[in-house]
C-alpha cells in the first residue's frame, strides 16, 4: 500500500485529501460513485439499449391491423409506458444522490464545527493551530459536497428532460388511424 | 529622766490600756527589767563593735595584699587580651589569604561548578519528561544529590560525579537515536499495572504489544494511550516490535507524545451520542421507527412487484395480486361492452393504488422532521450555553465552548437520520410508482390484448 502510495503521488495527495476532510468524504464519495455508476448506466441504456425498445416497440405495433378501436387505443399507451418504465429507471435515484451530496457535506460541517468546538473547550481559544484540524474538517466536506453535488445535478436535470421526451417522441411514432 | 521615762510608760501603757485593755496586764511592764534590758543591749553592742574592730585590724594587712592580686590579675588579662587580639589579627589575615588561594586555586573550577549546577538541573528536567526515564528511573536520584552538591561550599563534586553526569548526557543522546525493548511494568488502560516488553523509538514513542504508550510524568511509568490512532499507523507497529535489524517503517510523533496524548482528549461516538440527550434520542428513535418501516414497505412491495410481473407474463390465471385483481374484473365480465369495462377496469386500479402508496409519506415526513428536530436541539443548548454566558460572562471560552459542540450534536444526529430516509424513500417510493405505473397505464392494454387473443 504504501509503495503504491509512493509510485503513485497523486494516490497519496488523495489521501491527504481524505484525512484533511475526514469521515464523511468516505460517504460523499460513495455516494458520489454511486451516482456516477447510474449516469453511465443510463448513457449507456440511452445510447444502446432504447433504441431497440424503441424498434420493437414500433415493429409490434406495425405488425398490427387494426390500429384504431378502444383495444388499440390501451395497447398503444400499454407500449409506450412500458418503454417509459424503463427511460425512468434510475432517474430518480439520481436526483436523489444530487440532493443527498450538500446533506452529506453539511454533516461534515456540523461535525467539524463540534470538532472545533471541543478543541476550544479543551485549549482555550487562544490555540488557533489546534482549531485548524477541525477547521479544514468543516470545510472541506462542504466543499466536496457541493462539488458531488454540481457533478450531477445538470446530468440528472438532462435525463429527466431526455426521458419524458424520448416517451413523447415514442407516443409520436406508434401513429394511431383515427 | 527616770520620773519622765515613768511617766512615758506610764501613760504608754494607759494609751494602751485605753485602747486594748486585754493587754494590760503583759504590758505592765517592770521598770527594773527595763532597765536590765537596756544595759544588756548596751553590752552586746560594745561587744560586737570590739569584735569588728579587731577583724578589721586583722584584714588591714590582708587588703593591701589583695588589691596587690587584683592588680596582677588585670595586668595578666589585659595581656592575654592584647595577644589574642594580635591573633585573632593574624587569623584573620590569614583567612583572607587562604580564601584568597581558594579563589585563585578554584579559578575556573568555581565557573565549572555554576555550569555543572545549571547542566544537572537542565538534564533532569529533560530526562523526568523523556521516555528513557521508564528504562533507566535511577538516574534521576543521582542528578538530585549532584545538583544539590555542587550548589552548597562545603562539598565538592568528585571527578566521578562529573564523568557520571557527562554519561548520563551522552547515554540519553545516544538513546535518542536508538530503538531498544526492555522489559518495565506498564499501567495499562485500566490502571492496573502489569511488567510487559515496550520497544522505544528514540524519545519519540514507545509501542508494546501493538499499542502506542505514552510516559506518565506524575506515576513515572509507561501508560498505553486509551485511544489508539488510525489503523494504518497501528498496523507497522507490530513490524517493529518483532524485527530485530534492518529498516522498518514506523509512524513517528515528532512532538514526544504530545499530538497522541491529544487523542485521548476528544470523546468517543458513544459520549458525542449521548450528548444530544432527549432530543437525540428522540430523534434517533423515530429514525429507527422510520427504517423499520421503510424495510417493511420494501419488503413488501418487493413481493407485490414481483407477483405483478409474473402476472403480466401470465395474463391467463388472475391472482391474488392488485394487477391479478385487475385483470379479474375482465375475466368476471368477458362480454360487457368497452365502456362498461373501461369504468370497471378504473374502478378497479383506484381501489388498488392506496395500498400501494401506505405508509410512504411517513418516510418523506421522518426525512424533513429530524433535520429540524435537530436544529431545536441545537438552538435550545445554545439558549442554556446562553443563559450561562450571562450568568458567568464570557472569560472562560471553555465552557461557551463545550456547550456549543453539545449542542451542534443533536444536528448531527438529524441529518445522520435523513440521510438515510431520503434514500430509502426514493427507494420505497419508486418501486411503489412502477406497481401503480403499470396498473395504471398497462392493466387495460394488458386486458385488450387478452380479449384480441380470445376473439
Given at each position: 500500500m504504501d509503495a503504491l502510495f509512493y509510485y503513485i503521488p497523486a494516490l497519496a495527495s488523495v489521501r491527504d485529501f481524505f484525512e484533511l476532510g475526514g469521515n464523511v468524504l468516505f460517504l460523499i464519495a460513495g455516494v458520489l460513485v454511486f451516482m456516477w455508476t447510474l449516469i453511465f448506466e443510463r448513457f449507456f441504456f440511452y445510447s444502446v439499449k432504447y433504441p431497440k425498445i424503441v424498434k420493437s416497440s414500433i415493429d409490434y405495433w406495425n405488425s398490427r391491423?387494426?390500429?384504431?378501436?378502444w383495444h388499440a387505443h390501451q395497447i398503444r399507451e400499454r407500449l409506450v409506458s412500458v418503454a417509459g418504465q424503463e427511460l425512468d429507471r434510475n432517474v430518480p435515484m439520481i436526483q436523489t444522490a444530487v440532493a443527498l451530496c450538500p446533506l452529506l457535506g453539511l454533516l461534515g460541517t456540523v461535525t467539524g464545527m463540534i470538532k472545533v468546538f471541543e478543541t476550544m473547550a479543551v485549549?482555550?481559544?487562544?490555540?488557533v493551530r489546534n482549531m485548524a484540524a477541525g477547521v479544514s474538517f468543516a470545510t472541506v466536506p462542504t466543499m466536496a459536497g457541493m462539488v458531488a453535488a454540481l457533478s450531477g445535478v445538470a446530468l440528472s436535470a438532462y435525463f429527466l428532460n431526455r426521458a419524458n421526451r424520448e416517451r413523447e417522441l415514442l407516443a409520436d411514432h406508434i401513429t394511431l388511424d383515427h | 529622766m527616770k520620773k519622765l521615762l515613768i511617766t512615758a510608760v506610764a501613760v504608754a501603757t494607759g494609751f494602751i490600756g485605753y485602747h486594748a485593755p486585754v493587754v494590760q496586764a503583759a504590758t505592765a511592764i517592770d521598770v527594773d527589767q527595763l532597765l536590765r534590758q537596756v544595759q544588756q543591749g548596751r553590752t552586746r553592742d560594745s561587744d560586737i563593735n570590739r569584735q569588728r574592730i579587731e577583724r578589721f585590724r586583722a584584714e588591714r594587712a590582708q587588703q593591701a595584699n589583695l588589691l596587690q592580686q587584683a592588680k596582677n590579675d588585670k595586668l595578666a588579662e589585659e595581656n592575654r587580651s592584647k595577644a589574642l587580639d594580635r591573633l585573632f589579627e593574624t587569623n584573620d589575615g590569614e583567612i583572607i589569604e587562604l580564601e584568597q588561594a581558594v579563589q585563585d586555586r578554584l579559578g575556573d573550577l568555581k565557573e565549572l561548578f555554576g555550569v555543572i549546577q545549571q547542566v544537572a538541573g537542565d538534564a533532569r528536567a529533560n530526562f523526568d519528561i523523556s521516555m528513557t526515564q521508564a528504562q533507566f528511573p535511577e538516574r534521576s536520584v543521582f542528578m538530585t544529590e549532584l545538583a544539590q552538591k555542587v550548589g552548597q561550599t562545603n562539598r565538592l563534586a568528585s571527578v566521578q560525579d562529573i564523568e557520571q553526569l557527562w554519561f548520563e548526557i551522552y547515554r540519553e543522546m545516544v538513546e535518542t537515536g536508538k530503538v531498544t525493548k526492555f522489559t518495565t511494568e506498564l499501567i495499562d488502560t485500566d490502571g492496573s499495572l502489569a511488567p510487559a516488553e515496550v520497544t522505544r523509538v528514540g524519545v519519540f514513542n514507545a509501542v508494546s504489544d501493538g499499542q502506542f504508550l505514552y510516559y506518565n510524568e506524575d506515576a513515572k511509568k509507561l501508560q498505553v494511550l486509551s485511544r489508539q490512532p488510525a489503523g494504518r499507523y497501528l498496523s507497522k507497529v507490530g513490524a517493529v516490535e518483532t524485527s530485530t535489524s534492518g529498516l522498518e517503517p514506523f509512524p513517528l510523533d515528532p512532538s514526544r507524545g504530545t499530538l497522541l496524548s491529544n487523542l485521548v482528549r476528544s470523546p468517543t461516538l458513544a459520549e458525542k451520542f449521548h450528548q444530544g440527550k432527549e432530543v437525540g434520542y428522540i430523534i434517533v428513535t423515530i429514525g429507527a421507527i422510520g427504517v423499520l418501516l421503510a424495510i417493511w414497505r420494501l419488503i413488501v412491495l418487493m413481493g407485490v412487484s414481483g407477483a405483478v410481473s409474473r402476472q403480466a407474463k401470465n395474463l391467463d390465471k388472475p391472482g391474488n395480486n392488485p394487477l391479478g385483481r385487475v385483470l379479474k374484473v375482465y375475466h368476471d365480465n368477458p362480454s360487457a361492452d368497452v365502456e362498461t369495462l373501461e369504468l370497471k377496469l378504473s374502478e378497479a386500479i383506484i381501489k388498488e393504488t392506496p395500498k400501494l402508496n401506505k405508509l410512504i409519506p411517513i418516510l418523506k415526513i421522518i426525512a424533513v422532521v429530524a433535520p429540524l428536530m435537530g436544529l431545536l436541539g441545537t438552538v435550545t443548548g445554545m439558549i442554556q450555553t446562553f443563559q450561562q454566558i450571562t450568568l458567568h460572562?464570557?472569560?472562560?471560552p471553555k465552557l461557551m465552548a463545550g456547550g456549543i459542540s453539545t449542542a451542534l450534536v443533536t444536528t448531527v444526529l438529524g441529518l445522520t437520520v435523513a440521510i438515510p430516509m431520503v434514500f430509502l424513500h426514493t427507494i420505497v417510493s419508486s418501486r411503489a410508482k412502477r406497481v401503480s405505473q403499470v396498473l395504471n397505464e398497462q392493466a387495460s392494454g394488458m386486458v385488450a390484448e387478452r380479449a384480441e387473443a380470445t376473439g
Open positions: 391491423t387494426d390500429r384504431k378501436s485549549s482555550g481559544s487562544g490555540n | 460572562g464570557t472569560g472562560d
